[in-house]
């Protein structure tokens, strides 16, 4: 597997250190983390959703946390005693701990999280500061009223 060293580069920028550390976590696979399924959404113009399949957890059971643009939800199931021994002829729930982490773009806040049948939906939004969006700057054409006047004179 290659990896690719950045450090001499951190020497030599100054501003630049999250991405080269962007660039050397894509290079890095995610050991093919399949569990659980989700799929992410485009909802509006500036809206976005991400819904994850946690049949069985509760709320108590799942954290979800925003922090320096990633995005992690993670959900551990409690133990159940029931006392009695169970045995299972076939186990197709998954009950395992699980941990997933999504890469959040600049701006991105996550707004709210609903669990619903057995959907775990959060609710991203994309709020771009007033300084950073694109601002239409009018034309304006000048009129022959405002052209400097030449003075003309006469030679006799």
Do not use: C, W
């Not at 020497?11 to 630049?16: A, D, L, N």
């Not at 550390?21 to 399924?37: C, F, G, N, V």
């Not at 009950?95 to 806040?109: I, N, T």
């Amino acid at each position: 597997m290659r990896h690719v060293d950045f450090s001499p580069l951190y020497r030599s920028t100054v501003g630049f250190d999250r991405l080269f550390t962007m660039l050397d976590t894509l290079a890095q696979p995610d050991q093919a983390q399949s569990y659980p399924p989700y799929n992410i959404e485009r909802t509006g113009e500036n809206l976005y959703r991400i819904t994850m399949a946690v049949a069985g957890f509760d709320e108590a059971e799942l954290s979800i946390e925003a922090h320096a643009h990633v995005l992690t939800v993670k959900g551990e199931k409690a133990e159940e005693d029931s006392g009695e021994p169970t045995e299972f002829l076939y186990r197709g729930i998954a009950k395992r701990a699980f941990e997933r982490r999504f890469q959040l773009a600049d701006h991105v806040e996550v707004t709210a999280a609903s669990l619903k049948n057995g959907l775990l939906h959060i609710d991203l939004l994309r709020n771009i500061p007033e300084a950073m969006k694109p601002r239409r700057i009018s034309i304006s054409a000048e009129s022959a009223a405002a052209l400097p006047k030449a003075i003309e004179a006469r030679v006799n």
